[in-house]
């Protein structure tokens, strides 16, 4: 029972491709006006705004990569997105669900559902190491450790064929290139105002 493949950590990569999209656009925009304000409010105030945005920026970046699972054994250490942390044992998952969508440009999305002790873990395809979590519960399920009311027929066949790769996505490496673009155009709308108000603090 005691491998490697019962040793591994889940991180977040975004649970919902929309919550990715969502949050990229509301920092565009916060940086766009804080572009405009740069030429358009008084510098003290811009200033402010542009402080209050970057620590926006960063809450926001903390908490979509603060989640966590480790599993080691039976063993499971949850850190939330918020930072709390609580640990549960394989034994005491009371729910497995599965999910999947179907895009022709985007392949198959494939969503994987744990509740434990009366809270519940989100994980997708674009979690790392979701696909090892699929595997793991599977073994579980089959050597009866975890309770066999807990999946039903339909998520033991999904779990099966999400472990064994069946499901896969079309545009991983288009979405990482997507993501890069993303954080360049932000930062490089953060840094714009920023060195107009070095110039013209140095041209004085």
Do not use: W
């Amino acid at each position: 029972m005691e491998t490697n493949q019962n040793h591994f950590t889940v991180r977040s990569k975004y649970a919902k491709k929309s919550d990715e999209i969502l949050g990229m656009s509301c920092l565009a925009i916060f940086a766009v006006l804080c572009c405009v304000g740069a030429f358009l409010m008084p510098k003290a105030f811009y200033i402010i705004i542009a402080i209050m945005m970057t620590a926006l920026f960063i809450v926001y970046v903390v908490i979509t990569n603060n989640f966590r699972i480790d599993v080691s054994g039976t063993n499971f250490k949850v850190r939330t997105k918020a930072g709390k942390k609580y640990e549960f044992d394989a034994s005491e998952i009371e729910k497995v669900t599965c999910d999947k969508s179907y895009s022709s440009k985007r392949g198959y999305s494939f969503y994987l559902h744990i509740s434990a002790k009366g809270k519940k873990i989100d994980l997708s395809i674009t979690n790392q190491g979701t696909q090892q979590m699929a595997g793991y519960l599977l073994r579980m399920y089959e050597c009866g450790v975890l309770n066999q009311k807990a999946v039903s027929e339909h998520c033991k066949n999904e779990l099966a064929r999400y472990s064994s790769g069946h499901y896969t996505r079309i545009d991983r490496e288009r979405d990482k290139k997507v993501n890069l673009i993303l954080f360049g155009i932000i930062a490089v709308m953060f840094g714009i105002p920023i060195v107009v108000l070095i110039v013209e603090q140095l041209g004085k």
